[in-house]
């Protein structure tokens, strides 16, 4: 486990229309959960974070997920309630986060299948272990910053604890004035094996990236697998994937 210190940040929490949302001292907005819904993905970038269930199997995959910032537990819950084969772990640097997730985000309490560990993502992914499936990687502070998480040795070691099939999804801001350099990081660490999504209204941008050789996806058997997903979890990516099928003009994604 980490020693760095929690971060000394405020964590606040408002309400409006039927949706809770978590703070760290500002309006920013770090997470929410609609509370009718909790287990579905309130914010569109959480949607896109899990793109990743198009291009796998889903009765096999993922086993095992590895998530790095918990924020208001949106991506937990909803792999805790719509992918019981999975195990989880995350990665919360603030001990508080976890202390609020449970409190008002309903965080499920189920050590088998999920366990938190209060350490910096980044110290954690660097001192190696275990390979996962489905590496997610969401992780800022009260000014948008990602920090290490932002570096090329923190990128080295993501792509070294992907497993064989494993794909990583990674929340960028697309109005950082780093981006860009952020995102040709991303390119040369994984050969460029990478696929970028459409940004989301809020100017979130989701990076996939894996180590295999580049295949060929059908968009025609994507937009398939993109319904049976909303039939089963109300997961609806076909909005993001008719985005990508426009900007490529072509019959198959390579990715």
Known sequence: MSRSKAPRHAIDISEDAGVRYLHFGSDWIQGAMRIARPWSLELPYTRDMLFGLLLREPAEWPRNILQIGLGAASLTRFIHRYLPRSRQTVVEINPQVEFVARQYFK??????????????????????????????????????????????????????????????????LGRDRNFKALLARIREVFANRTLVLPPSASGNV??????????????????????????????????????????????????
């Open 107 to 172: 965080l499920p309490d189920d050590p088998p299948r999920l366990h938190i560990e209060h350490a910096c993502g980044a110290e954690y992914l660097l001192a190696g272990g275990p390979t996962s499936e489905l590496l997610l990687i969401d992780g800022f502070d009260p000014e948008g910053r990602m920090g290490a998480l932002g570096t090329e040795p923190f990128m080295q070691a993501a792509r070294a604890r992907l497993a064989e099939n494993g794909l990583l999804a990674i929340n960028l």
């Open 206 to 255: 989701i990076v996939l990236a894996h180590n295999g050789e580049p295949r060929h996806y059908s968009f025609a058997d994507l937009e398939q697998r993109a319904l049976a997903l909303k039939s089963d979890t109300r997961l609806d990516l076909r909005p993001t994937l008719q985005e990508l099928r426009s900007a490529s003009g072509e019959a198959s994604l390579l990715f």
